[in-house]
DNA sequence: CATGAATGAGCTTTCATTCAT
DNA sequence: CATGAATGAAAGCTCATTCAT
């Protein structure tokens, strides 16, 4: 691969974005230049990983210049760090906006699992993109500042839940709310990440409808015993 | 990417590694080259990806040369895709070997579980190969003939487990075997595949030796709570 | 290295800053503009050569814009035929600030001498720009038309040294002003100009303060020989 | 300029060439392709400098492709240290070459000055390229371990002439070989690797055939009145 | 006048692959 | 079969320069 080691300066135009203070025409349209890039780099680095996607073929489908990634993002890795973390900025975003019903732990945690599940469905660059940086060993996410300060919203609010929960009798309270939490997600995101390997492998395809309508009611049923509390399961001996 | 749609056509030497017929020494020679070579396309792959993944790199780590990987895999895809085919036949192989209790289907049940996610840990290749694999959509995957005809031994295996359990009392009848199967290799892969986003997301490592291990005891835990049987059981309204 | 052809016209406030008209606050600012940038292309093309120099980087320097350098210079080719001919400006203003005492030639010649010599020691910058000039075989010097069409006053001063001192039969009348002007000069500019490659070659560093006052001394010496009167010198048969 | 500090691997078949051993044709062709980008990238090089040299223009003059030279030199650096190397080797090898009629010694002065003044003058690349180098301050010649280690055989042969003119009364004793060395270099080398700046300085052409006759006889002068003994040279008081 | 954004050509370098012994 | 040289396309990136306020 050969990742220079350190991303070079920053983007002036962010700068202003950050500021807001300059709001003219002329930086709006830059704004909408840097947009678009991030936008098209995040779409081809989900499709192809960070080698596989070009540089030029994503300054084409920004309708825009191998330039200006450079003169925004500094370089080729300066600008998937910055897909990675408005990928993270999105997704605390979105689990920031969930509201639950603290009053009803069983529904709230339902929401949960439900809120994941298609946060995954419909946001499948969220997947490729989190698995190519693994394939990276993280190494890109430990040099962004903004990643990883702040710990998911959904672990926190699933606390909660738990919380709640287990004071009305409903979930055993030996379960930690990032066990629980890794278990919702791996699941869903398993499941979707892996399943062209997985269909050859079983040899039949798992991603119709009907089989993901039964694996979202799987993952339900599954968290929901695995917080059942000791009165109704009895561990087999 | 660009990878070339179709792969040429397999070198003379293959026939003969799978024969086994022509036993002299260059023949030795020429198998312990195509080895070579495969052994460290699978090394290489697994860490930087397809695209990533140079050619010259791999055959220097065989201390061969490129040359050879043309004569024996035909391209650089053929490579990787030789690479899926011993991937798939290893760990086939290696369910195989399960030898399970039937007599006892709870510690059997165990068992697949500690297998899986002990073959998970000894092979991280596995996962990432995979993982690259799945970036692809299994576009090489559904080339090879030798992969996805033949389905998991470990599904047919968990079946009878299941089917004993059920029969004792122990599980309840309403899971799959698939179900269960990929509920296993969901916990195991997505913990391990995903630890270094996990890491900064969480702002925690979850790989230390302590976490591992408590998460292992969790999947058991939470795969018996799935299989637990209704009386003792009641899902929560 | 792909220079146009054609050097753009003069930026307006050039014109400006030769008159010195306008004097405004605006004017001032401009000047101080273009004189920082003027100073920073010195520098940077000194250190770098005409192809090395980057536009940016200059500007940079200069804490400027690269749009200023091409409002005021044109282009970088007239950046930097106006850096030589800054150069040239100094240097002749330099040598025209020479008093030298006609009534004692001998002393005036070593005046010449240590003069050549301190400057090409305290210009380092002299050396390197006159050596990438070289390396472009004039082509810049032979745009500009303030360069060259007044011929050296040192060459002239050096003459009048020469005449008195051949009058007074201290010097042989044989010798040149130029030919004693380019000895001067040739011992002084090689030697600081070739310092690196010569360290190298010979195996030792020549730029120490001892060897800089030896070669010194040896040039006054060489060139004191070189302009001895017949009498005392009898060319060895 | 923005050089990488090491220059990369070596070029293979360069080992071929130092050990002889294969002389096969594909390995004379081999080293004919070398050698025409070493010739090549000498011609570009003393042109255009290291900055201003194209590695394509290089390329293609030797007939060959971009992709070689990286094969053979690593980079464009690696290439261009090898140009300076070959510079120097040829040099010491045309010095060493010089045959001195030892019991002439003024005679051998007077060759060594005219081989010095016409090596210069027909290897004009050999005064471009090491001003380029000198402009770099020498940082790639140092790292050559094949330069610099063995000092100049003409300063020694120099050494033993004056060595030999001391002893017959011709030479003073207090000239240095190395000064006297230098001055001969000096004299030379400033005259044609200045001749552009200073044909516009001086308001006349320079290197005219009858102008490089007399400054070739002015350096033989000058270097004898250098070391011309005590008692036919008085030095003016 | 100053300033930030845009432009496209062209740079060095790397890649997978093939040729020729 | 092994080996080193050759090939040409294309990659990431930088450059001088111009546009538009």
New binding site residues.
């Given amino acids: 691969m050969?990742v220079?080691v350190v991303a070079r300066a920053a983007a002036?135009?962010r700068r202003?974005a950050q500021t807001g203070r300059r709001t003219?025409?002329?930086?709006a349209?830059?704004q909408a230049?840097r947009d678009a890039i991030l936008r098209a780099a995040t779409r081809i680095f989900a499709k192809h990983g960070f080698d596989g996607?070009?540089?030029?073929q994503i300054s084409k489908a920004a309708k825009?210049?191998?330039?200006?990634i450079?003169?925004y993002f500094g370089?080729?890795?300066g600008l998937y760090i910055a897909v990675l973390e408005e990928l993270y900025r999105k997704f605390n975003e979105a689990e920031s906006r969930l509201a639950l019903d603290l009053e009803r732990p069983d529904k709230a945690l339902e929401e949960v699992i439900r809120f994941t599940w298609n946060y995954y469905r419909r946001n499948p660059e969220f997947i490729t993109l989190l698995n190519t940086e693994n394939l990276h060993r993280g190494r890109h996410i430990a040099k962004s500042p903004s990643v990883g300060q702040h710990s998911s919203p959904a672990v926190r609010l699933l606390g909660e839940v738990l919380e709640r929960g287990v004071a009305r009798g409903l979930f055993r309270g030996t379960a930690t709310a990032r066990d629980v939490y890794l278990l919702i997600a791996a699941m869903g995101y398993f499941y979707l990440s892996n399943r062209y390997t997985l269909s050859a492998f079983l040899g039949e395809r798992i991603d119709t409808p009907e089989e993901l309508a039964h694996w979202e009611a799987f993952i339900v049923d599954t968290v929901r015993r695995a917080l059942a509390p000791p009165d109704v399961l009895t561990p087999a001996s």
């Avoid at 996607?53 to 030029?56: A, C, F, L, S």
């Avoid at 825009?64 to 200006?68: E, G, I, L, P």
């Fill in positions: 050969s220079p002036p135009a202003n003219g025409i002329r930086a349209a830059a230049t996607g070009r540089v030029e825009s210049y191998d330039r200006m450079y003169y370089s080729k890795e």
